[in-house]
């Protein structure tokens, strides 16, 4: 066997040790939960709250559909702000966000 071979099979025992470890703590339980977290929130950005950590994805949704928007006027600003100042958007998005802004009453530019 390379060198280079040893130390590939060396680190993918090194890898397979750590992770029966964490599966028999009962780590890999909570391990799987962030995973699934993590994947349930980047392919269904509906299920996310706007008071959470990661409401940034679903800025271009709710852009697209004004809908998506929290009810109310001040919520609906607060979460366009939030999205004016976290989210990656394009220059269609943010023209759109800016009218949303402006059709929103007593909602001010960020």
């Not at 590939?8 to 890898?15: D, E, K, R, T, Y």
Request: hydrophobic residues 50%.
């Amino acid at each position: 066997m390379t060198r280079k071979r040893k130390l590939l099979w060396a680190s993918g025992a090194v890898v397979a040790a750590i992770a029966a470890f964490l599966l028999a703590t009962g780590a890999g339980n909570l391990i799987l939960l962030f995973i699934t977290l993590f994947v349930q929130s980047a392919l269904f950005p509906s299920t996310i709250s706007w008071d959470s950590h990661e409401a940034a994805a679903k800025c271009p949704g709710a852009i697209a559909t004004p809908s998506q928007w929290p009810p109310g006027p001040a919520a609906a600003c607060e979460a366009m702000w939030m999205c004016a100042n976290e989210a990656v958007l394009s220059d269609s998005q943010h023209r759109a966000l800016y009218d949303a802004i402006h059709r929103t009453p007593g909602c001010q530019e960020p």
